[in-house]
C-alpha cells in the first residue's frame, strides 16, 4: 500500500535515509522535518509512553554529519524550488497541511546527547539557510542536558525550543518519564535557559492504570510553571497532549480529552498561553 502522509502516520522513516524523516505534525501544524540523531534507539529516559519501538533493534550509534546533510539537501531541493507538493509521499497531504512548518530535531532517544549534536545542529542551520528557507529550527528534548557546555552552546542555533516538563511531583517525574535522573537538575535547567530566551513547554498527560494525574499533581505541575516564571524565565506557551499512539508500557493510555482541555484552561487561568492537543 502506498503512504499517506497524515496525523496518523507519524514513522520516523523517509525513503532509505538514515536521519531526516518527514511527518505531519498536529502541533507544528504543518509538514515538520525530523532529524532523528538517535537511530540507535537509546535515550536517557525510560518514558512509559514512548512511541519508539524498541523491541527491534537500532542502528549504529555515531552520527554521520556528512550523510545528514546529504538527506537534508535532498529534501530542501524540492521545497525550496516548489515542487515538493507534486512528489510522493508529499502529494498525499491535504491541500490545508501544504506548508513546510520547521525542521525538529525530535528522534528515537534524546537528541541533546550524541556527541555529533552541535555539529548536526549546525549543517541543519546551514541547509535551511542555503535553500533560501525561513521556517523555523526547533529542538523537542528533555532539557536534561542543558547544563552542559557544548549542549547550552549549541541551543543558540535553534530557534524555538519545546522542552518537556510532565510533571510537578519527583515521584510522578520518575513514574512517567521513567528516570532517576535528578528532577531538580531539570528544574534547574529550564530556569536557566528560560531566563536567556522563551521557551515552549510540552506536556504529557497520561492515565497510568487507568487513573489520570490527581488534581493536586496539575496543581504542582502549575507551580513549577510559575517557579520559572516568577523567577525571571519565560515560557512562551504550553502544549498539551496525551497518549496518541502504541506506548512502550499498555499500563499508560490515553486521558480523554475534556481532562486535557480542563488542565490547558488552568494554564491560560494562570496567565499561560495553553493549548491542548487531543
Ligand atoms: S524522552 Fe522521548 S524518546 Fe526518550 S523515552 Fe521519553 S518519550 Fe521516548
Not at 533493534?57 to 552520527?63: E, H, W
Not at 499533581?217 to 498539551?240: F, K, N, S
Amino acid at each position: 500500500m502506498s503512504r499517506v502522509l497524515d496525523f496518523s502516520d507519524h514513522r520516523r522513516s523517509l525513503g532509505a535515509n538514515r536521519y531526516v524523516y518527514a511527518v505531519v505534525s498536529r502541533r507544528a501544524r504543518g509538514l515538520s522535518i525530523g532529524v532523528n540523531l538517535n537511530p540507535d534507539k537509546v535515550c536517557n529516559f525510560d518514558c512509559p509512553y514512548c512511541q519508539v519501538d524498541r523491541t527491534t533493534p537500532g542502528g549504529p550509534s555515531r552520527v554521520d554529519v556528512v550523510a545528514l546533510r546529504g538527506e537534508l539537501d535532498a529534501l530542501l531541493d524540492p521545497v525550496a524550488a516548489g515542487t515538493l507538493w507534486a512528489e510522493a509521499p508529499f502529494d498525499t497531504t491535504a491541500p490545508q497541511l501544504r506548508r513546510v512548518a520547521d525542521i525538529a530535531f525530535s528522534g528515537d532517544g534524546e537528541r541533546t546527547t550524541p556527541p555529533e549534536f552541535p555539529e548536526a545542529a549546525r549543517v541543519a542551520r546551514e541547509a535551511r539557510d542555503a535553500h533560501g528557507l525561513v521556517f523555523p529550527l526547533r529542538l523537542i528534548t528533555n532539557a536534561t542536558m542543558f547544563d552542559r557546555p557544548r549542549v547550552r552552546q549549541t541551543l543558540a542555533l535553534f530557534d524555538e525550543l519545546w522542552c518537556k516538563l510532565d510533571a510537578g511531583s519527583e515521584a510522578y517525574f520518575r513514574l512517567v518519564d521513567g528516570t532517576r535522573f535528578p528532577f531538580d537538575r531539570v528544574l534547574a535547567n529550564l530556569l536557566g535557559v528560560a531566563r536567556e530566551r522563551p521557551i515552549v513547554i510540552q506536556a504529557m498527560f497520561l492515565a497510568w492504570q487507568g487513573q489520570g494525574p490527581g488534581a493536586d499533581e496539575i496543581t504542582a505541575w502549575l507551580d513549577r510553571l510559575r517557579a520559572i516564571r516568577d523567577q525571571g524565565g519565560t515560557i512562551d506557551r504550553v502544549q498539551v497532549y496525551t497518549v496518541a499512539r502504541r506506548p512502550a508500557d499498555p499500563r499508560a493510555t490515553a486521558l480523554d480529552a475534556e481532562a486535557l482541555h480542563a488542565i490547558a484552561a488552568r494554564a491560560r487561568g494562570e496567565g499561560f498561553g495553553a493549548e491542548a492537543f487531543v
